[in-house]
């Protein structure tokens, strides 16, 4: 029995220390970057509650990425806390002269580790993903007005895509430029246009970008690939190259 009173301390113990050192780094991070940014927040002088509104919606979302950052450390901190603690109120002597081995006494603290550090790969794989492109914006373009720089990107359909600037809010690429090569004929197109939108499809890899202002104004028609609708107006399906993926750095998350 006094073996599990024990247990029900120690896990109680480290979930104190873990959310005191969560929010206390949490909290530093957020202050210590905000003062530092200050300025990227407060330029547009939309007026104190607005850039209040701004800096909150801003650090809400930045919260998931903040803490897979620094969860592996409030994790070893936690568990440091508990067992400092413990030694510190003189709980480990007697437990260890009852003949209980320091293995099973730190045996909780360790089984509470493991859970807190689940929580991280719920955050990288369930939570993060759904709130990526709030994370992908700047402190100073909440609205994703400003033109971002295009990656080159290959799609499995054959298709490479290439592009000289972005805006993430109209999910438009300008100066798009596409190499097409025909499944059939194994011929190479090239198409540029001034600008072409991504729109997202129904479902997963259904997507695909509508072209303006192309050159050349007719290409024979790629079944699959690429339709014409117009002169000098496409549409180019692909499955793997999305707007994220010829704007987003692969280590963004970082």
């Known amino acids: 029995m006094i073996v599990k009173l024990i247990d029900r301390q120690m896990i109680r113990g480290y979930f104190k220390s873990y959310f005191v050192c969560l929010a206390s780094l ?4 957020v202050v210590v970057d905000l003062f530092t940014n200050l300025d990227d927040f407060t ?5 104190l509650w607005e850039s209040l509104l701004r800096i909150f919606t801003y650090y809400a979302y930045k ?16 568990a440091m ?4 603690w413990m030694q510190r109120n003189n709980e ?7 003949g209980v ?18 929580l991280t790969v719920v955050n990288q794989e369930l939570i993060i993903p759904r709130i990526a492109d709030k994370l992908a ?4 373009d909440p609205g994703g007005e400003k033109s971002v720089p295009v990656r080159s990107a290959y799609d499995g359909n054959g298709i490479h895509i290439t592009g000289d600037r972005a805006v993430r809010q109209s999910l ?11 499944p059939q004929g194994g011929q190479l197109f090239h198409l540029s246009a001034k600008e072409a939108r991504y729109l997202p499809g129904p479902g997963p890899r259904q997507g695909g970008w509508e072209l303006v202002g192309a050159w050349p104004m007719e290409v024979p028609t790629i079944p699959g690939i690429l339709e014409q609708r117009d002169l000098g107006r496409y549409f180019l399906h692909t499955r793997d190259v999305d707007f994220d993926a010829v704007t987003r750095n692969p280590n963004w998350f970082i």
């Not at 081995?101 to 550090?117: E, H």
């Not at 438009?172 to 025909?182: N, P, Q």
């Open 63 to 78: 919260v998931a990425q903040i803490f897979d950052r620094l969860c592996e450390a409030i994790v070893l901190l936690a």
């Open 172 to 182: 438009t690429v300008f100066g798009f430029y596409v190499t097409i090569l025909d």
């Open 101 to 118: 081995s320091t293995r099973r006494i730190v045996l909780p603290v360790l089984l509470s580790a493991f859970f807190m550090l689940s």
């Open 92 to 98: 480990q002597v007697p437990l260890l002269s009852a």
């Open 137 to 140: 914006l700047d402190r100073d």
């Open 26 to 29: 949490l909290s530093l991070y």
């Open 81 to 84: 806390f508990t067992v400092a």
């Open 43 to 47: 330029h547009h002088n939309q007026g």
